[in-house]
């Protein structure tokens, strides 16, 4: 007769369970381009930093093609405070004068960027910070004048990208691009994202937030979590005004993205401990898969 098996035993089967089931879809991933949006709200703990920054450090060690583009808008918001400038807002856009500009550098190229890219190295994938205004990586245009340097995405200029990625390498991306007179402008995070992953021609387009996913009715008693949705179906959201003010750049973003080319997008709760590698690596994933049909 088998002996019973110890709790030991039983714990090591059950990460076997987790391999046997992740590897084929390592095996799909490999090689695949796959852009993440590393959200300032989902940023908030340092655990939780760590946590993704290992998760990204393993995407890559498996042979996915990682690019990660941050926002920082809590980080900004906070360091502003503490130099005695006021956050000011216009339809979710950041009025962003010669000051928030500089405040906008300071919080993403010096405190968020180093700091994922830190981590990750540190979780054991060479990451490299870059800009927007890195080899003209980001060309933008002026959304109004009475907002300051804020901008739209133009153009995407991908070659440092794909150099980066060629060489083995996980580029984190900060949102700050260049102005057709040479101006820094700062942009919406999400908006980026959707642009880097269309330039790329990127096999998946992933938004880590701070809420679980898309929901319908969203604040109603019949609110309910779409665990998977089409872009056909996002767009009636959007020309419907069904969505919450803070998804809006994200569902628009993932709807041109598909209009680029782009094949698949998530929608995933940050504060969720390794919810890339449960989207990913799992049969059942988390969140909300956006499909073309």
């Given at each position: 007769m088998t002996e019973p098996l110890t709790d030991r035993a039983r714990a090591a089967q059950a990460k076997a369970r987790v391999l046997r089931e992740a590897l084929p879809w390592i095996t799909?991933?490999?090689?695949?381009?796959?852009?993440?949006?590393?959200?300032?709200?989902?940023?908030?703990?340092?655990?939780?930093?760590?946590?993704?920054?290992?998760?990204?450090?393993?995407?890559h060690s498996v042979g996915l093609r990682v690019v990660v583009v941050h926002g920082g808008g809590p980080q900004i918001s906070a360091l502003s405070v503490r130099l005695g400038l006021r956050p000011t807002f216009v339809n979710g856009l950041r009025v962003t004068d010669p000051q928030t500009l500089e405040v906008v550098r300071m919080a993403l190229l010096g405190q968020v960027n180093p700091q994922l890219v830190s981590m990750i190295c540190a979780a054991g994938a060479p990451a490299v910070g870059v800009c927007g205004t890195d080899a003209n990586l980001i060309e933008a245009r002026e959304v109004d004048p009475a907002l300051g340097a804020v901008g739209e995405v133009e153009a995407v200029d991908p070659r440092v990208l794909r150099t980066l990625l060629d060489d083995g390498a996980v580029p984190v991306v900060a949102t700050v691009g260049r102005g057709p007179r040479g101006q820094d402008l700062n942009i919406n995070a999400d908006t980026v994202a959707g642009a880097v992953a269309t330039s790329l021609a990127a096999d998946n387009l992933i938004y880590l937030t701070n809420?679980?996913?898309?929901?319908?009715?969203?604040?109603?008693?019949?609110?309910?979590?779409?665990?998977?949705?089409?872009?056909?179906?996002?767009?009636?959201?959007?020309?419907?005004?069904?969505?919450?003010?803070?998804?809006?750049?994200?569902?628009?973003?993932i709807v041109s993205a598909f209009d680029g080319g782009v094949t698949q997008a998530c929608l995933l709760d940050g504060r969720v401990e390794h919810a890339l590698l449960l989207e990913i690596f799992t049969d059942q994933g988390i969140g909300t898969l956006v499909t073309r049909s």
């Open positions: 799909r991933w490999a090689g695949r381009t796959v852009v993440i949006k590393y959200g300032g709200n989902a940023n908030a703990g340092d655990a939780l930093t760590e946590t993704f920054a290992a998760d990204v450090a393993l995407m809420v679980a996913g898309l929901y319908e009715d969203f604040g109603t008693l019949s609110s309910s979590l779409l665990s998977e949705v089409s872009v056909e179906r996002l767009r009636k959201m959007l020309a419907a005004g069904e969505l919450h003010t803070g998804m809006i750049p994200k569902i628009s973003s």
